[in-house]
């Protein structure tokens, strides 16, 4: 009799033991703005987004047209969309951007006050650019993306280094990858795209690395859990084997 107890207590004694990422829905009365990378859509963060949603928050999608446009375009694009969701709201709000999302984030926040801000979470954000844009500056492919990308490379007059510091909870999650591009282009650890040096930010208050692409970062079911576990709690889950 005690050896059956023991055998169905087992389980739930090592759930006990370890951080969990809980999926179950708490975000009541809490409003998450989710940006999409450069390139994408709202499409592309849907899966993101739908698991916020079962997770308890209300979730807004913001998309814009990156492509071929100057940031000063994209961020008053994104700046009035926000601003138009937030004379409504009176919850708390929180943020969290995938790749150049992260950077729209930065610049709103940099530049706006919302007084019932939350947390923000960055994935895969170039927080410190990257240096494929530094290699390809000068390509012709480059130059057809537009000037935004063009503004996303490691050195000081850059878009990503000429924004502030964060005064709210920042929570980085950064990719990892190892495929052939990840470890033949760049030297660093990255993702792809971005170094996981480059996804750290100055006053972040946690950090962590989930082995996935920087494009598979936004479906990856590991990050969306502890997108939901920074929201709540202001940090990552450090889950260990028992």
Same mark, same amino acid.
């Given at each position: 009799?005690?050896?059956?107890?023991?055998?169905?207590?087992?389980?739930?004694?090592?759930?006990?033991?370890?951080?969990?990422?809980?999926?179950?829905?708490?975000?009541?009365?809490?409003?998450?703005?989710?940006?999409?990378?450069?390139?994408?859509?709202?499409?592309?963060?849907?899966? #993101?987004?739908?698991?916020?949603?079962?997770?308890?928050?209300?979730?807004?999608?913001?998309?814009?047209?990156?492509?071929?446009?100057?940031?000063?375009?994209?961020?008053?694009?994104?700046?009035?969309?926000?601003?138009?969701?937030?004379?409504?709201?009176?919850?708390?709000?929180?943020?969290?951007?995938?790749?150049?999302?992260?950077?729209?984030?930065?610049?709103?926040?940099?530049?706006?006050?919302?007084?019932?801000?939350?947390?923000?979470?960055?994935?895969?954000?170039?927080?410190?650019?990257?240096?494929?844009?530094?290699?390809?500056?000068?390509?012709?492919?480059?130059?057809?993306?537009?000037?935004?990308?063009?503004?996303?490379?490691?050195?000081?007059?850059?878009?990503?280094?000429? #924004?502030?510091?964060?005064?709210?909870?920042?929570?980085?999650?950064?990719?990892?990858?190892?495929?052939?591009?990840?470890?033949?282009?760049?030297?660093?650890?990255?993702?792809?795209?971005?170094?996981?040096?480059?996804?750290?930010?100055?006053?972040?208050?946690?950090?962590?690395?989930?082995?996935?692409?920087?494009?598979?970062?936004?479906?990856?079911?590991?990050?969306?859990?502890?997108?939901?576990?920074?929201?709540?709690?202001?940090?990552?889950?450090?889950?260990?084997?028992?």
């Amino acid at each position: 009799m005690i050896a059956r107890l023991l055998l169905v207590l087992a389980p739930l004694l090592i759930a006990c033991s370890k951080p969990q990422l809980s999926s179950e829905k708490n975000g009541a009365n809490e409003v998450v703005f989710v940006l999409h990378g450069f390139g994408d859509n709202k499409a592309g963060i849907w899966p #993101l987004a739908s698991r916020l949603e079962d997770a308890g928050f209300t979730v807004y999608r913001i998309g814009y047209t990156s492509i071929g446009r100057t940031p000063e375009e994209i961020q008053r694009d994104v700046y009035e969309q926000i601003q138009a969701k937030l004379k409504t709201e009176s919850r708390t709000v929180h943020f969290v951007g995938h790749s150049f999302g992260g950077l729209l984030i930065r610049s709103f926040l940099s530049n706006h006050s919302v007084r019932t801000l939350g947390r923000v979470v960055l994935i895969g954000t170039p927080n410190k650019g990257t240096a494929l844009v530094d290699m390809y500056h000068d390509s012709w492919w480059m130059k057809i993306l537009g000037k935004t990308a063009m503004s996303l490379g490691t050195d000081s007059a850059s878009l990503p280094n000429s #924004l502030s510091d964060p005064y709210y909870p920042v929570g980085v999650i950064a990719g990892l990858s190892d495929g052939l591009f990840a470890t033949h282009i760049m030297s660093d650890p990255n993702d792809n795209v971005v170094p996981v040096e480059s996804a750290s930010l100055d006053g972040m208050a946690d950090m962590i690395v989930i082995r996935s692409s920087h494009a598979m970062l936004r479906f990856d079911r590991e990050v969306s859990d502890q997108t939901i576990t920074f929201l709540r709690s202001g940090s990552f889950a450090r889950i260990t084997d028992p």
